[in-house]
């Protein structure tokens, strides 16, 4: 008995100091009226998620696992057509015509859940950016108490300026452009002579996403108000049109 003890321990020790151990449980619900397909996306460098895309009932809610490092981003996609053999074209948040997004990131506009999980000391940071714009409203709501849960949870489509709207099947509006994609200007881009923080200044369009969604980032240097941190460990929750 002694000895299946040591080995569980063991067994035990092993998994949660190896780089890479399964740390923390992402929670997906969907709210919406219409099925979501969440993609993800991990950084370079950085162990895998476990999945990269998948579908999302309205009401449903998934689960996934997320290495104790894990770092990147999370996005919608909407207005989705399923084809045969994992084929998947949407008219926001598109990753190449496909279910699973295998590394490929999200067509901008589309709202992001960005994560930096620290392992196994320190703090995580996650953020939800505006930065490529926006398409569906989502929050990030860790389980650890006390954590800050932001969101971005203004429908943005419905009062985007036309010149940053994008339109889907039948006219509507399905996603609605920053100023950098929709002009590509290094002043709204925050590159060239404006790539420094006291260069790069917020615009009448980032003040227009900044107002709708206070927590999201709104263009690069938003960092002050935008990025928030939890104690590493915990899970996460991330809520579409919360």
């Known amino acids: 008995m002694g000895s299946l003890r040591s080995i569980l ?10 780089p890479g151990a399964m740390a923390a449980t992402f929670t997906f619900r969907n709210n919406c009226r219409e099925t979501i397909y969440p993609g993800v996306q991990t ?16 009401g449903a809610t998934a689960r996934y696992h997320a290495p104790a490092n894990w770092a990147g981003r999370i996005w919608p996609r909407h207005r989705c057509s399923p084809g045969g053999g994992g084929a998947l074209t949407c008219a926001s948040g598109d990753c190449g015509g ?4 295998g590394g490929r990131g999200g067509a901008p506009p589309a709202t992001l859940a960005e994560f930096t999980l620290a392992g ?5 940071f996650y953020d939800v950016s505006n930065v490529d714009g926006f398409n569906v409203p989502l929050r990030i709501a860790p389980a650890r108490g006390g954590c800050a ?11 985007c300026p036309p010149e ?3 339109k889907g099947p039948g006219g509507a ?3 609605c452009k920053s100023a950098c994609l929709a002009f590509n200007t290094d002043e709204h881009c925050c590159r060239g002579a404006y790539g420094t923080p006291d260069r790069c200044r917020r615009s009448r369009y980032s003040e227009f996403f900044k107002h709708k969604c206070p927590q999201a980032y709104s263009y690069a240097y938003d960092d002050r108000s935008s990025t928030f941190t939890c104690a590493t460990g915990g899970d996460y929750n991330i809520v579409f049109c919360p």
Not at 9 to 18: A, P, R
Not at 43 to 58: D, E, V, Y
């Open 43 to 58: 950084n370079p460098g950085r162990p895998a998620f476990q999945t990269t895309g998948f579908a999302l009932q309205p």
């Open 120 to 124: 196994h000391a320190g703090n995580d």
């Open 149 to 159: 849960a932001p969101a971005c949870a203004a429908n943005i489509n419905a009062a």
């Open 9 to 18: 321990l063991l067994f035990y020790l092993v998994f949660v100091s190896t």
């Open 164 to 166: 940053l709207a994008v």
């Open 173 to 175: 509006t399905v996603g």
């Open 98 to 101: 496909r279910l699973e997004c």
